[in-house]
């Protein structure tokens, strides 16, 4: 069940607001160069977007399914998206749902992974990993995958950037994801402060490339999706462990994380930090 917190003639309103920003400045104007028309246009419709898909999305989550529980109606032409809710794997595809807008169009299966059910492989994911879609009668994986298929197949703001530099950049950094996480992951084994250090540098002299934005191709796109469940995680845990902000002395860094808290569709795919200190603690300081 999605509600989501709106005004009867919100449709009709939403339509003429869209036509009020973009529509051409006087030619008697002489305030603005054709550059800056088009600039200033771009901004107001981005801005536009940027309202529309943060209204507040009040979602009832469903209780995981777990050894005892039935399948769903399996390939019945919905759309589920099975994931776990302390999975980060599974919440950059989450996060893609929400800010598309696809609360109704795309269904949650939560699974719970420590008791999860047999039909899961059997009927579902082979691999039976988080996360998952199903589609047009058929299973898609792997997270990164995914958030390219669900913006590149369902409605929604697009989060793939347009500028061909961004587009070049952004592959060079969902490139480095898996190099990001293993870096501060290994460091859990020795001295974790000073071995994780550059992979927070790396995100700070990142977010410095594009100057339109504090996200990390300037405006938010499906790279910030990738990193933010991974940073929110070592946010926690490093403050919790060693008692060590990564955000310190890192003023980019900061800002990012600031303003990916204020995105709604972020919000409700945070896990507990309790949660992820236990499971961090049981998964990385057990094998020490």
């Known amino acids: 069940m999605v509600e989501v917190s709106t005004s009867p ?7 003429a607001a869209i036509k009020a920003l973009v529509r051409p400045i006087s030619p008697d104007h002489k305030y603005y160069s054709d550059h800056e028309e088009v600039a200033l246009n771009r901004k107001c419709v981005f801005e536009f977007i940027s309202f529309i898909t943060s209204k507040t999305v009040n979602e009832h989550l469903p209780t995981p399914l777990d050894a ?17 809710y302390a999975c980060p794997f599974a919440q950059r595809v989450w996060i893609t749902r929400n800010y598309k807008g696809l609360h109704d169009k795309i269904k949650l299966v939560p699974i719970n992974l420590q008791n999860r059910p047999a039909w899961y492989k059997e009927k579902v994911h082979h691999e039976n990993k988080v996360p998952a879609l199903e589609h047009n009668g058929k299973i898609i ?3 990164l995958d995914l ?26 950094l969902i490139a480095y994801t898996d190099t990001f996480n293993k870096t501060v992951y290994t460091s859990f084994k020795g001295d974790t402060v000073k071995e994780a250090g550059p992979a927070f540098d790396h995100l700070e002299n990142v977010l410095h490339k ?11 796109s499906f790279v910030d999706i990738a990193y933010i469940p991974f940073v929110e995680r070592f946010q926690v845990f490093f403050s919790a462990v060693w008692n060590y902000d990564i955000t310190t002395g890192r003023p980019k860094l900061t800002r990012w994380i600031e303003e990916l808290n204020k995105i709604d569709a972020y919000k ?3 896990v507990d930090a309790k949660v992820v200190i236990e499971s961090y603690k049981a998964r990385f300081q057990a094998q020490q």
């Open 147 to 172: 958030i390219k298929y669900v913006d590149s197949n369902f409605e929604g703001p697009s989060l793939l950037p347009d500028d061909p530099a961004k587009k070049e950049f952004a592959e060079e």
């Open 210 to 220: 594009f100057d339109d934005g504090p996200f990390l191709l300037g405006q938010f």
């Open 141 to 143: 994986g792997e997270s």
């Open 9 to 15: 003639n919100e449709g009709t309103h939403n339509r």
């Open 68 to 84: 005892t529980s039935e399948p769903p109606p399996l390939f019945d032409g919905t759309t589920r998206l099975y994931i776990n």
């Open 268 to 270: 409700p795919t945070k």
